[in-house]
């Protein structure tokens, strides 16, 4: 069953209810990346703000020490820890404990690494902004300026409706090539400047979309560090 949790929108600090679903993922973290920490302490639950350093993939997570009230928190070793997270556009959280705390070279704690995440995505179709060139069936030429699992945002110089077909020929960035795509227009906007119009993919092209969604979905995994996973660099350290 769905694990239903309470939060905090990192975006805006507004109280948030969030549905981890049941499908796991394998965990993405990222150098400085914003930590929320739920704990217990004495009849109450607090929340409080983190930072990571760095991890040991399996063994530990390198965070900063989180303050409270002014404070660094006197969680003691081996308490339970609700981390929550937002990365490329999902909301990941997991439970784990608190292996070690650290005053040098700063204040950090040490958790235990979490074998599975839950996920939860906060974008119906995860988009990727590009400068694309694309083509329509009479050869006139476009500007596709955000493309998702389901759809494009495209710059155009023609008086195009809502409920207009159009068949899109372009070439993805990984080089593949998407031929007589069918799409529906399902938004206009017009300025002084540019005209755009939404468009919807024909969800019966599943061949070419599923090009489409390994290009996207590509675009939003994490960037992988080059060097060493244990690194925790001098600059980063706990909030003042």
Known sequence: MPEHVDGVDPRNGSRVDLIFEDNAVSPQFAVGLDLYFEIRQRQRRVR??????????????????????????????????VVRYMLEGSVYGFVTRLVQKYQNPINMWLLGYPELIEVKSLRQSPRVQMYLQVKDSEENAWMLMDLSLHGALLSVNADWKIGDAIFLNFTLPNGEKIEQLRGEVVRVHHTREERTVGVLFDKEDQVQLAKIREYVESCQLPQRRLTTEFDIPRELGPET
């Open 48 to 81: 409080v703000k983190s930072n990571m350093l760095g991890w040991y993939r399996p063994n530990v997570l390198i965070t900063t020490a989180p303050i409270l009230d002014g404070r660094q928190m006197t969680t003691p070793i081996g308490a339970e820890i």
